[in-house]
């Protein structure tokens, strides 16, 4: 899923490059992407798009006082295209959610095709979400946002935990605590804070509160340094490339070499590191004791 690093850069990439344009169409290949019905799509066709912004992980594109905003979820993503057909797409094929069509009032057209970008979602389970509004605080999950990962500061932070009951893995990743970090940046941060993903959030000394805020800078800047420059299409490929623990179960910590484990869930699964979190003890893990059983 896209979390806050990767929404950043495509954020930067799109004021580079779509900023200035005219919207001249927008297409809905996937009825249930769009979340808002006045007013309409259409109604972006023709205005300029004037600016880019990130709420959390959702994509804020302003068109001339109207907003298009985008909650990428679990496997959405934006490709900027320069071969466009302009044929309106077969609703309910393939992965095409949304394709916006640009005007090309900035270098020569290309050969063949419009320029714009997609907007795309793999796999069976739908979940992007597009809204046009005419201020983003009327998507509910934005006006519902904590403040930014990346803005908050240590004093702040410390006191959001203090007064969050549940574990750090859940407080990291709820929007309406902390804005911008999902399941694959928290299992990062927690690696790199050394701090067990079921370690209650107010039960935290001030040590490790600060080493977490730490860890929470640290992990997403660097992750916004890999991806910011890199084109569109590539940046999912370096997301996984930094990560040390999530999504590498069974693999060596890059810090310790002990193996990664994995704790799963109905419909999730966290990855971590025994000897730099837990103290090396293995956490309980509903689908391995269901096979020991
Ligand atoms: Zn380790």
Redesign the pocket.
């Known amino acids: 899923m896209p979390e806050l690093p990767e929404v950043e850069a495509l954020t930067a990439f799109l004021r580079e490059h779509a900023v200035g344009h005219v919207v001249t169409r927008v297409d809905l290949a996937a009825v249930q992407a769009i979340k808002t019905f006045d007013p309409p799509l259409s109604a972006l066709g023709g205005l300029e798009l004037t600016g880019v912004a990130r709420h959390g992980k959702f994509l804020d594109l302003d068109v001339s006082g109207l907003h298009l905003v985008v909650h990428l979820a679990r496997a959405g993503w934006l490709h900027w295209r320069t071969g466009l057909p302009t044929a309106p797409p077969k609703p309910g094929k393939g992965p095409l959610a949304v394709r916006v069509h640009l005007d090309q009032s900035h270098g020569p057209p290309p050969a063949s095709g419009g320029v714009g970008f997609d907007l795309t979602e793999q796999g069976t389970r739908k979940g992007l979400a597009v809204y046009v509004v005419r201020s983003p605080a009327e998507v509910p999950g934005i006006a519902r946002l904590g403040p930014d990962a990346l803005a908050v500061d240590r004093e702040t932070f410390v006191a959001l935990l203090a007064g969050r009951s549940g574990q750090l893995k859940g407080a990291l990743t709820d929007q309406t605590l902390l804005a911008g970090i999902g399941n694959a940046y928290s299992d990062e941060i927690l690696h790199a804070a050394r701090l067990s993903p079921f370690k209650m959030a107010d039960k935290l000394t001030d040590d490790e509160a600060l080493r977490l805020h730490d860890a929470m800078r640290a992990t997403l800047t660097e992750a916004l340094e890999r991806q910011v420059g890199q084109r569109a299409a590539t940046m999912k490929g370096e997301k996984r490339s930094g990560l040390q623990v999530h999504a590498r179960t069974g693999l060596p910590?890059p810090?310790?070499g002990?193996t990664v484990r994995e704790v799963s869930f109905a419909d999730t699964s966290l990855q971590y590191?025994p000897?730099?979190q837990t103290g090396g003890k293995p956490l309980a893990d509903r689908r391995m004791s269901k096979l020991l059983r």
């Open positions: 910590c810090v310790c002990d590191c000897t730099c």
